[in-house]
């Protein structure tokens, strides 16, 4: 998957997401044939959630053997033992991986169980150390949860321990580091939630180890709060010279707090706070295997496939009910369209990101494969049962008790079009949100936003150079309306090469009305299979399905390998800011417990949901009005 | 119940905590680990529990974790407190409990309950796993003659796969055919004739294919998923020619004109470049071998008597 760019019209200076009326090319004529040209961009896969036996909870479940190091190898397509002695290889490698273990006493786990003599001078770390000796692993995990939900802000680990555990990791990240072939990304995940509402964030660095280790993670025992964690960026930067951002998960068991429009004090967003969290938040996971956060019915009751993953029944602590009132704080289109009433006010939008998704898993095996799933933690690895059984081991989960495995989604894949598989030409793609969202399969998605695409662009050979000629990309703006032109959207879709036809491609508009409500309209802009587009841009016959559940298969009968399309919105008004993004749908494929089924050889229930749509999500093309 | 939770006295005392030399470093002490664990694994295999197995020791220690359990609170100075303020007949019933709980976990070991519990059995298993694991992985820096040969044992291992730089004007079969879209490519390959287009224009005179329109250095895995096995199998075997487009190739979407403008073999990484992998795996192999080792001595020590119908290999 090495893609270097070797070949000279791809050596251009960095033509990145521009903000653009984008209207034509340069036009001044240059001896270079380059000038003017595009950089050809990749795209590339990967995952930047990732636990192993370094974090607390996902040692605790059971994850007592894989390191950072085997999650590395096994991503770059290794053959691993996993925990329960099997061995298990990807189908096909990751072009890049984050280890994002927990900030909150990193590494502790693996090493209290060799008493290391500098955490055993801890009277709280002995007696972690001989409940873990008698099994009670998740007693343990009980006594962590105060650290990270805000009760207690004592720093447990003694800070040799802390610095020799953090120089560790980073080295074996940049050990793993293989720029052209497979980025490693050092990483951790700040893990703060207040009461059990989560708001945790992954750290990544753009840096190497001796820059991402001058200071010490920073974790929910430093600060609980987002604006203190963004406070030790700007440090970080600023101070000791590297580059990081942060990328929040899960806000869909947030309770609500991910993007309300209110600071970690309960005050209304500021412009400093919103100009603030966009530059360190310039991506979401919207997608993992605790849930989808892309819409929820609730908030998109016209929209079919809103209800996709919905993990909507307490908060992470699940320490409280879920509430109605939460919906419009947790899930991710919502708050693109909060951001633009913000944006408006405030002159920032704080809610200005684009799109990946990542597992999250905790096994040290990044799966996001449905027939080759590994489970959220250890003990749900590969069993003939694991699918009757509760998702949080017994006594850990309050609320979750009564929630199946089952609901585990085998997300997500994080997108990356970039010009290299470098940490520098990653992050940068990222930073400009040339990014997409996948719930696993790897369809080749291309979105580019300007104000002159014509049906001809769609059918042209080169879709890619002419979407970056005469537009931007996923993640980029528009502004400056051309009188009387509204904008226009190339639109390219392939399937995974390796996987299932296309159902539809759709835009998902949000946009702003003169008197600052927000409203939503979704678009099928590109349907395979001949279906008809009704006037109102939505198609409502259904794709049909080639699922047969007992033998976990399907067909490429129906769907379309590709779709291709250039939209042009026929409800723009120049006047109110908008944004634009992409939801593609496979057709039917069979879910993990199908597979589960045939290898385990035993009769899947009725009830059991063994067919779902895979699913892509770009990073939104925004349109803001001129002043 | 394992030798690591003893920590040598000696080393905890001459050790500053933040030196690296830690206490499990020590060569000599690998072997009283190794041996540790014999007796360790033994202690968990064999039924009789020590001494006579009939004295039952009774302290403050020991109710206190038994206190702790029950309770499910382990801030030590509140259960602390809660037992110091234990009056005597509730100290007594508390003695009582531990005795009667003690007595029959020791008398389910005996009847060997033990063993036929597979979650108790795995948790065991596990335990060992990580402490051998830990003592294996100490014990495996290689040298750098142990480098070399491993280097050169392995060229699989350091070979970068052999890939492709082309580009290609693709001529969709879809509606029209796969006859119909190899006649287009033809007529266009005849139509520039002496002339061929260049490298990054040629994809522009085609159609829109679903993936790239060139591929730098791209290996047989991307392509066979992009364009079908066969015909990945049918660029790498074509020459290498910046002045034309050859084919047309077949793939399932259509006809294909290709521009190979550079065919890298699969080659050995010249060991200086490839060291630090190779080191790597090699700590990692050898410590995998430490701790196959490891467990093979203590499955030496036992004597396996086969009693199945069908008869071992070796046999």
Known sequence: MSIRASIPFALLLGLSAAAAGADGPPSAASYSPYAGEPVRTHVHWGDLHLHTSYSIDANSFGNRLLTPEDAYRFARGE????????????????????VSDHAEFLGLMAKIDREDPLLMQSEILRRWRSMRSQ??????????????????????????????????????????????????????????????????????????????????????????????????????????????????????????????PLDSHGKA??????????????????????????????????????????????NLGGSKKHESGWFAGEYVREALKTGLALGSRLGENPFKFGLVGSTDSHTGLSTAEEDNFWGKTSDREPSADRYLKTWMSAGSGGLHEHQLTLRELTAGMAAVWAPDNTREALFE???????????????????????????????????????NRKGVPMGGDLTQAPAGKAPSFLIHVARDPQGANLDRAQVVKGWLDADGAVHEQIYDV??????????????????????????????????????????????FDPARPAFYYLRVLEIPTPRWPAYDAVRFGFELPAEVDAVEQDRAYTSPIWYTPAN | MLAPSDPNPRAAADAPPAAGRRWWHEP??????????????????????????????????????????????????????????????????????????????????????????????????????????????????????????????????????????????????????MPAALDRARALQQRMGNAPAAFDEGPGLGERFLYQVNYVDSGEPLLAGHFGADMARALFALPVDGRRWQGPLQSQYGAHLVMLVRHSPARLIPLAKARARVEDDLRRERAQDNERRLIDEVVAGYRVERRLAKPGASE
Do not use: C
């Not at chain 1, 003694?158 to 990483?187: C, K, L, M």
């Not at chain 1, 400009?432 to 002159?452: C, I, L």
């Not at chain 2, 009774?58 to 037992?83: C, I, K, P, W, Y």
């Not at chain 2, 948790?123 to 050169?152: C, M, S, T």
């Open chain 1, 79 to 98: 053959t691993i033992q996993a925990q329960n002695g099997m061995q298990v290889r990807l189908g096909r490698p990751l072009d890049f991986l984050m």
């Open chain 1, 135 to 260: 099994g009670r692993y998740i007693e343990v995990l009980r006594e962590w949860a105060p650290y990270i939900q805000g009760g207690v802000r004592e720093q447990l680990l003694p800070e040799a321990f802390s610095h020799s555990v953090w120089q560790e990791y980073a080295q074996t990240a940049d050990r793993f580091n293989d720029p052209g072939r497979f980025t490693t990304f050092i990483g951790y995940e700040w893990t703060s939630m207040p009461d059990g509402d989560n708001l945790h964030r992954n750290v990544l660095f753009r840096d190497a180890a001796p820059t991402a280790t001058r200071a010490l993670p920073f974790s929910a025992v430093d600060s609980p709060r987002p604006e203190d964690l963004w406070k030790f960026l700007d440090d970080y930067e600023t101070r000791l010279g590297g580059h990081a951002i942060d990328i929040p998960h899960n806000s869909n068991m947030s309770g609500g707090l991910m993007f309300r």
């Open chain 1, 269 to 314: 967003i500021t412009r400093e706070y919103a100009r603030t969290r966009a530059r360190w938040e310039p991506l979401v996971e919207a997608t993992q295997i605790k849930g989808d956060s892309e819409s929820h019915p609730f908030l998109s009751p016209n929209d079919e496939f809103a209800s996709y993953g919905d993990w909507d029944w307490s």
């Open chain 1, 429 to 467: 793609a990222m930073k400009r949100r040339e990014t997409y969202a996948t719930t696993g399969p790897r369809m080749v998605v291309r979105f580019f936003g300007g104000w002159r695409f014509s049906a001809q662009d769609a059918v042209n050979p080169d879709p890619a150079r002419i979407g």
């Open chain 1, 526 to 571: 590109a349907v395979s299979g001949g279906r008809a587009i009704d006037a109102d841009g939505r198609a409502r016959t259904a794709v049909g399905n080639t699922v047969d559940v007992k033998n976990a298969s399907y067909t490429n009968d129906i769907g379309a390998p590709e779709l291709a399309v250039a939209w042009t919105d026929p409800d």
């Open chain 2, 28 to 177: 000599l002490l690998h072997f009283a680990v190794i041996g540790a664990l014999l007796f360790a694994v033994h202690a968990v295999l064999a039924p009789a529990p020590p001494d006579d197995g009939r004295t039952i020791v009774v302290d403050r220690e020991r109710l206190l974790t038994f206190l702790q359990f029950r309770l499910r609170r382990f801030a030590d100075d509140d259960v602390g407190r809660q037992f110091d303020a234990l009056s005597q007949s509730q100290l007594d019933a508390l003695v009582q409990e531990y005795v009667r709980d003690e007595v029959l976990y020791r008398e389910a070991r005996l009847l060997g309950l033990d063993r036929d519990d597979d979650v108790i059995r795995q948790r065991l298993i596990q335990k060992v796993r990580f402490i051998n694991r830990g003592v294996a992985a100490e014990a495996a820096v290689p040298g750098e003659d142990d480098i070399a040969r491993h280097y050169q044992a392995h060229p699989d291992r350091y070979t970068e796969p052999a890939a492709l730089t082309f580009a290609h004007i693709f001529f969709r079969a879809g509606d029209t055919g």
